[in-house]
């Protein structure tokens, strides 16, 4: 299989945190060798500085965009200012003949100042979200969206939404198994809650600064399949069930019930995404006990079916 090219492209005083996210992903070697062949793009070949802290040599100039699968703009630098006409016309071309073209962050823009997105949906920054409504009424903007992909345009919201955006790439040219791979590498989850709309909520509590909860914490990882009550919860941490219970929502910002549940979802999304065990087996493994209770929570959390998440997520190899 011939290795996917990625285009990263510099713009003037580009963001050195949105250039790393998409240079690391893009860039990292597994034990069989790189995932990706990556090529760093500037306008005019020459090279550029950043906000502050760094000056990139490119590897050429726009004309490396006709021979990429994947065109990325890693933000933008003035939200009123346009890109140059070859950018959005090489942006175009690539986009025409299959590749997918990628704004991570205010990058968005670079998209919707060339057009691209009329009549797309997008998603951008928060903080840029009405200015972006006013310049592009046309681009159906999702607001709540951490990253949205349309016809092979896939723009992000800020900041860290830049390396969900990436892994979903990752996932659409290797699968799931291997973009669960990287994530683990990178110490961050493979994608955050939701299915296509990637809804966002409070994360599962990994570990907190409360060595008691901790502990057991990883004991109920270890035990999700049992049934679990405040007060043997609380007599295994020596503490009072009042006690216990306040200690557990100050250390990990949710309930003890409303934490085993979102732990127990988050098992079964990885089991649903990596194995083939039937949604009833998932069930019974993560401690829902039945496939009636297990999918009426995640239909819940999600606003999708267990069945739809694997076929959106799952490994298919």
Sequence with gaps: ?????????LHPQFSPFHFSVPYMVFSITLPDGPLFELVIVAPGGQPLNSERAMTIEPDGGLELLDHVDIAVVPGWHDLNEAPPSELTE????CHERGAHVVGLCYG???LAYGGLLDNKRA??????EQDFLQRFPKVKLDTNALYVEDDR????AGTAAGLDCCLFLVREYYGAKTANTIARLMVVP????GGQAQFIEQP???????????RLLDYLRENLADTHTIDELASRTAMSRRTFTRHFQKATGMPVLEWLVSERLRQGRELLETTSLSVEAIAERVGFHTATSFRQHFKQRHHVSPRDWRKTFGDAD
Excluded: K
């Design 123 to 128: 998603s951008t920054h928060w903080l840029a």
């Design 1 to 9: 299989m011939r290795r996917p090219r990625v285009g990263l492209i």
């Design 190 to 193: 493979p994608h955050r809650e």
């Design 90 to 93: 090489a942006l175009a071309r």
């Design 204 to 214: 599962v509590a990994i570990s907190t600064q409360d060595a008691h909860i901790n």
């Design 108 to 110: 968005t823009y670079a």
């Design 153 to 156: 345009l896939v723009t992000s």
